[in-house]
């Protein structure tokens, strides 16, 4: 084995299969089978009717990363799996920041950070305001900070869900 | 972009997904109830035995069994691993898809080990088991357990039928991925309300499976670079497993290493596949296999390995394994390939159909040179060990001697199969075979109690075969109940339990790792001829070397099931040994 199999990375594992009940444990079953915890994982429709995509994130290595995708790609539910590197993928993830909506009314700076961040307002109650960022990790988690000392009374982040950047 | 093998993942999605679940076609439906079904489909895909337990929710379709006894046998086992493990052994022996049944809750739970034990060693079982009423699902209800979820890493495939009318399709289904590609257990739960409801029955055999690709298909290229590699190879060696049994190609194997010359050693679970006497045979691989095969995998050039897995039982220390061959791995799973051991050349497919075209490939060729490096280890091992072993100085019997004796009393033609531990280790490396699938043996799991119901149901797949179980005392204790089975069932297997009062391969382990301290491996025994004699089983004790012969000859003279109990070496140990975290390379005689 090289140094690089060795080199722990974040990947990002794109599988498809039918949905039935129990394929989720399948998979899964393959990652805690060796402690390997999942970052984040999404479950959606595809283009093709009744195929549906899991996109899965662990930090792990090549070498196991080879492994698992084609340990999980040999169920008989899946029709394919494959895994990538962030470089090789357009990713992107959603934030929901729940605020209490005083300080929007009180705190001018609550608006620069709004607008800084190109952010969305949702929905304004009287007692909460709800602010959507979509975007990397790490901008989702700068708009966190900034609103932070202010009192997020909620907040929510998505997985990264993720295309790859050749047509497959 | 993603890594794939292949490349256009739409164009493959699209492909299988236009295959549409068209295996059912209701030409000729007929109403019957759910566990007629399920009957029904049995009797379809040819099942001849199964082997099972029954209780509350799976009672309807033993109903069935009932009435259908004339058409399907049911084996009435002691406890439901008896079950699973007797399915084993029918399909081990017989090449087809084995079969039992049990009830939901422990029922279901008591087959687990016998399926982690078929998923290890890809035995192709389907494996039913009743469920509660749909309605009664998650609610805790009386011997509810959720044996979908428990089986689900140790199963090829399994699934939950709550309708009666998906029965047809999905045990078509099981039976289809259990067989196909590398095989694997099923496990099929069926609610109670399934089996009670009536459905519209017809039978279609499954041939595909829109989202399951059983074998890949070959690659012209990998064929050729393989053959190359092997025409250019000074000191080549073959070591095959399991696959060439499963792929039915032992001929091929044989025809492989008639034309190309190159010495094959098999795994534990490839042994029979190639008969002992072939020239090119140079025994078994493996922590307790043979000294040549296993020196020489760190000095070939080209390792050609033909349906095997790399277990580390079979390789030692990975860091040391084969680092100066090209290896090439004929596989039909290709999860397998660079699993353990980065190989050079895969050659994915089913071996049945990649060895020919290498075979076609490769140059009439003969290694004298290399063989001879073979030879001349194997004399060291003769001299050190199996001389030791087969013509012992002590007055105890020794395990190899009984193994000897067996395979001269049946001239090499008997079905062996074992339990877990020394014995096991003797009857692979001394038990002598002259036809395919004669060494039935918990390989990968190493389950003890595994013997007594493998051997049923190896018999009753092979009837006119003597089917020879090796056990050991403690391994003999572990479903012993099954001996009320053959009984009932009057099953004609032969044990012989190889007792040295031990929990043997741990004593040795003890011994060798642990300063003697004999931890819990000290075991007594019950009287088994008494025992055999309260399940009306003629039975003999053997503890003199010179009763041997004659009690042996009397055993497989009797025409019905026997008992036999010999005494060995209390303190012996198997030898050679690959010691845990070592070498194959390191492999010690003594």
Redesign the interface.
Known sequence: ?TEFDELKKDYTM?L???NR??IL??IT?VFS?IKLNIDSLNVSETE?N??FRYSVRVNTTEKLI??IT??I??Q?????A???TDD??VQQEVALYKIPSEVMIDDIQTEDIIRKHHAKILRIHREYTVIEKTGHKHETQALFDELEPYGILEFVRSGPISI???N? | ????EN????Q???N??QQIDDEIQSDRAINMLGSQAIINSLIAEGVEYMFGYPGGAIMPTYDVIHQMQDKIKHVLVRHEQGAVIAAQGYARASGKVGVCIATSGPGATNLITGIADAMIDSTPLVCITGQVHKDLLGTDAFQETDI??IS??IT???Y?ITEASEIPKVMARAFY?AKSGRPGPVLIDITKNAQIEFLEYSYKKCLH????LPEPTPKLQAIKEAASLINHAKKPMVVFGQGVILGNAEQELKTFLDKSGIPAAATIMGLSALDNKHPNYVGMLGMHGNYAPNLLTNQCDVLIAIGMRFDDRVTGTLATYAKQAKIIHLEI???E???NV?VNVPVLGNVKFTLPQITDRVIENQFPEWCKEFDNLHQQELEAVIKQDLNPKTDAISMPEVIDMVNELTNNEAIIVTDVGQHQMAACRYAQFNQTRSMITSGGLGTMGFCIPAAMGAKLAKPNRTVIGIVGDGGVQMNIQELGTIMQSEIDVKIIILNNEFLGMVRQWQELYFDKRYASTEITSPDYQVLASAYGIASAKVVQREQLKSTLQEMLSHDSAYLLEVMVGQEDNVFPMISPGDSVSDMRLK
């Open positions: 084995m794109a498809f299969s039918r009940a129990g444990n399948r079953s089978r093709t009744g195929v080879r492994r084609k340990q790609e040999k008989v539910d899946v029709l394919k494959v895994y990538a090789l993928i790859g950047k050749i497959y | 972009m993603f890594k794939a490349s256009n993942i739409k493959i999605i699209n299988n997904w979908i979820d689900m890493p090829k495939w399994n939950k991925i499976f829109n989202s399951y799973d290709n999860s390939i660079n699993k980065r």
